[in-house]
C-alpha cells in the first residue's frame, strides 16, 4: 500500500529540520508532489528509493570566497 507522507513526518523520519527539507524540496533534490500551490507530499516508496540511492554520496558546502 502506498503511504504519503507530509513534511513535518519525513523531518522526523531523517531527522532534519523542516527548513532543510524545504531547502531539499526547493532544490530537487529530493522526491516530492505538489499538492495545489504551497503544500506538498512525499512517497514513502520514492523516499526510501532516494534514500538508499544516496549512500556514499559526498557532501559538497558551497562556500562564497572572500574578497580581501
Given at each position: 500500500?502506498?503511504?504519503?507522507?507530509t513534511?513535518?513526518?519525513?523531518?522526523?523520519?531523517?531527522?532534519?529540520p523542516?527548513?532543510?527539507?524545504?531547502?531539499?524540496?526547493?532544490?530537487?533534490?529530493?522526491?516530492?508532489?505538489?499538492?495545489?500551490?504551497?503544500?506538498?507530499?512525499?512517497?514513502?516508496?520514492?523516499?526510501?528509493?532516494?534514500?538508499?540511492?544516496?549512500?556514499?554520496?559526498?557532501?559538497?558546502?558551497?562556500?562564497?570566497k572572500?574578497v580581501?
Open positions: 500500500m502506498l503511504e504519503i507522507l513534511r513535518k513526518e519525513v523531518s522526523v523520519m531523517f531527522q532534519i523542516l527548513r532543510t527539507l524545504d531547502y531539499l524540496v526547493g532544490t530537487g533534490q529530493i522526491p516530492f508532489s505538489r499538492i495545489g500551490k504551497r503544500s506538498v507530499r512525499f512517497s514513502s516508496d520514492r523516499l526510501s528509493k532516494w534514500f538508499e540511492e544516496r549512500e556514499g554520496v559526498e557532501f559538497r558546502q558551497n562556500r562564497k572572500k580581501a
